[in-house]
């Protein structure tokens, strides 16, 4: 069976400083990895994927997550954050089929 | 307007009550899920529908109920809410991608108080 784990339960950090948001997976077979970012009262929302291809991936808002098969690792990052970027963001993996399987979420806040 | 809805946004229910979380959705996704968010856990799979007719019990499924008669319905029942019940409640669907690639959209949630 797979697993998420997301090593940091909050992470605060200054406007314009970059982020790192870490997530390291388990699983026996292929993977589709995921972040989802929660802003409050809201749904999750999808920031980035990746299915195949090359190991780093962007979305649209300036976060990257590289793939890491070695390390089996999907770590979030952003070179400059805005205080907009404060929520709550998911990894997830899904394995041999279609359930997805979350992290337990890292609360960013970016601090003024 | 297209996406997933779910309803009721808030719901406080007393212990031993019966209660039902709606979902709708209007895209025609095969695949619908309820997880429950609580603090500290994430999300975690109660119940999930790979079509109309078709469920399959996810890592939490005790104490809950689901049907599917229709494509765009994926209502959840309690059927004795106890305390530990008490959550916010997503209910998600994704297309039938190959291989299972797609993502998940989500409804804004509906917060569960069993009192």
């Known amino acids: 069976a797979q697993s998420v784990t997301q090593l940091d339960s909050q992470v605060p950090v200054f406007e314009e400083a970059p982020v790192e948001l870490r997530c390291n997976y388990s699983s026996s077979v292929s993977v589709y990895l995921f972040w989802y970012v929660q802003y409050p009262n809201q749904g999750l929302q999808l920031l980035l994927k990746?299915?195949?291809?090359?190991?780093l991936v962007e979305s649209i808002n300036g976060f990257e997550a590289e793939f890491n098969k070695s390390q089996t690792s999907f770590h979030l990052r952003k070179p400059s954050v805005h205080i907009s970027d404060t929520a709550e963001y998911f990894c997830?993996?899904?394995?041999?089929?279609?359930?997805?399987?979350f992290g337990a979420g890292t609360r960013l806040f970016v601090k003024a | 307007d297209a996406g997933i809805t779910q309803s009721p946004r808030y719901k406080i229910t007393e212990t031993g009550r019966q209660v039902t979380l709606m979902c709708h959705q209007t895209?025609?996704?095969?695949?619908m899920f309820w997880y429950r968010q609580d603090l500290g856990h994430g999300l975690r799979l109660i119940y999930y529908?790979?079509?109309?007719?078709?469920?399959d019990k996810g890592e939490v499924p005790d104490g809950y109920v689901v049907s599917r008669s229709k494509t765009e319905n994926f209502p959840l029942t309690l059927e004795s809410a106890t305390r530990s019940q008490t959550s916010v409640y997503f209910c998600?669907?994704?297309?039938?991608?190959?291989?299972?690639?797609?993502?998940?959209?989500f409804g804004n949630g509906t917060r569960l108080t069993v009192t």
């Open positions: 998600a669907s994704s297309e039938a991608g190959r291989g299972h690639n797609s993502p998940l959209h």
């Open positions: 990746y299915l195949s291809g090359s190991t």
């Open positions: 529908s790979a079509a109309a007719d078709i469920t």
């Open positions: 895209w025609s996704h095969s695949y």
């Open positions: 997830a993996v899904r394995a041999g089929g279609f359930k997805t399987i």
